[in-house]
């Protein structure tokens, strides 16, 4: 699960300590919800937008829905990539998956009437944990476009009832370390997403011995250190959202 990213040295920060975290809120002013979010040199653009109607497979049940995109600009590595136009590339459609889940994770259900929340997350910069960042930032996006339409008299209430956030840890050279840059995760002998909310829960674990196999115990650890990092990656959506 190697996000092309591009390669930059490793700070002076520790193994359990997060990149620098930058979230700005209403970034994209013509968005109903959107958050510009920066992990370290990482920077991704999410936007959700409210739009009418929902896909066909959902119409007439009088619920909503919600889906995500991704893409990468051609520039937010060191080497220019193709745009994808045609038709999307299967990491790109297994990242859209992974945002849209956590994203759903928000809600209890989707009584909010037909209409879809789509969210755009658009990598300006890359350095490792993409996917990562445009989750946290999404969510933070997602929050705000359901205020949006509270504050527009379209909701009585916000149908969010926890955040999610996401962060990288693998193993490198025996090493746990949490929230890889490229630099690190093109060489983790085990690399791991992990998804919680802000109750705790886990929404999803992706991992992968990348270059070697791992322990149960290994796998403990790198879960609570993912946990570890996860809890500062909640407590700064709490912040920016004012919550």
Not at 9 to 19: I, N, S, Y
Not at 25 to 36: I, K
Not at 61 to 82: D, K, S
Not at 176 to 187: G, I, K, Q, S
């Amino acid at each position: 699960m190697t996000d092309h990213n591009s390669p930059a040295p490793r700070t002076t920060r520790g193994v359990r300590d997060l990149r620098p975290v930058v979230l700005e809120r209403g970034a994209a002013p013509y968005a109903e919800g959107s958050c510009l979010i920066s992990f370290g040199a990482t920077r991704v653009l999410c936007t959700a937008s409210v739009e009418e109607g929902v896909p066909g497979w959902r119409k007439g049940r009088g619920e909503g829905w919600l889906t995500a995109e991704y893409a990468m600009l051609p520039r937010a590595t060191h080497t220019r990539t193709q745009r994808e136009r045609a038709q999307v590339g299967g990491r790109t459609q297994e990242i859209q998956r992974l945002i849209g889940r956590s994203l759903r994770a928000l809600l209890d259900d989707f009584r909010f009437g037909e209409m879809t929340i789509k969210v755009d997350c658009d990598v300006l910069q890359a350095d490792g944990g993409t996917r990562t960042a445009a989750v946290t930032g999404a969510c933070v996006a997602v929050c705000d476009a359901f205020a949006w339409m509270v504050g527009r008299g379209r909701l009585t209430a916000s149908p969010v009832r926890r955040r999610v956030a996401a962060v990288s840890v693998g193993v490198i050279d025996g090493e746990p370390r949490l929230d890889l840059e490229y630099a690190e995760d093109v060489r983790a002998d085990v690399d791991m997403n992990v998804v919680m909310t802000s109750e705790k829960r886990f929404v999803e674990v992706q991992g992968t011995g990348e270059h070697a196999t791992f322990q149960r115990a290994e796998l403990d650890q790198l879960l609570d250190l993912a946990a570890h990092g996860l809890e500062s990656l909640l407590g700064a959506q709490a912040a920016a959202l004012g919550v």
